[in-house]
């Protein structure tokens, strides 16, 4: 016996005041970030790439054996390289969270009965969720009803 499926135009979906007690205790729908890196850790970062400490250690090397010149030469160069290498990092790393804020997807979902358009992460379980042609899935969800459903899974592929 097979499970009694609602008909589509009846459901009313979750009310506010579920939803938003379901979002408190169960948090948003995100994964986990990593968080912003601070400056500093880019710095460090930079500072053990394998490459930097070799160049460092040459110009060390260059110290010690009395040629001043080109060991502060060298050691410029590795310090100009090592900014410009910063400064590419940090900017990287607020343009993907322009990109993160950007591309944060938006759901129709039913509340109290009505449509409503939300931020991807305010899905809860337990949303009715409206999709149309050309929407990304918010979420895990159940199919209910459909008409001639077809899912590109290119973005989970590459």
Do not use: H
Request: one cysteine or more.
């Amino acid at each position: 016996m097979s499970p009694s499926i609602p008909d589509p135009s009846s459901v009313t979906g979750l009310s506010q005041a579920e939803a938003a007690l379901r979002l408190a205790n169960e948090g948003p729908n995100e994964l986990p970030t990593a968080g912003k890196r601070q400056l500093w850790r880019i710095a460090l970062e930079v500072l053990r790439e394998p490459m930097f400490l070799l160049l460092v250690s040459a110009g060390t090397i260059y110290l010690l054996l009395g040629d001043i010149n080109d060991a502060l030469m060298l050691l410029g160069f590795v310090c100009v390289v090592m900014g410009i290498t910063i400064y590419q990092e940090n900017k990287t790393e607020r343009v993907l969270e322009a990109l993160r804020d950007l591309t944060s997807p938006r759901a129709l979902v039913m509340r109290d009965g009505e449509a409503q358009r939300i931020a991807g992460r305010e899905v809860v379980r337990g949303d009715i969720l409206i999709l149309a042609e050309g929407d990304r899935v918010p979420a895990d969800a159940i199919l209910i009803a459909c008409s001639n459903f077809t899912a590109d899974e290119s973005l989970l592929t590459g």
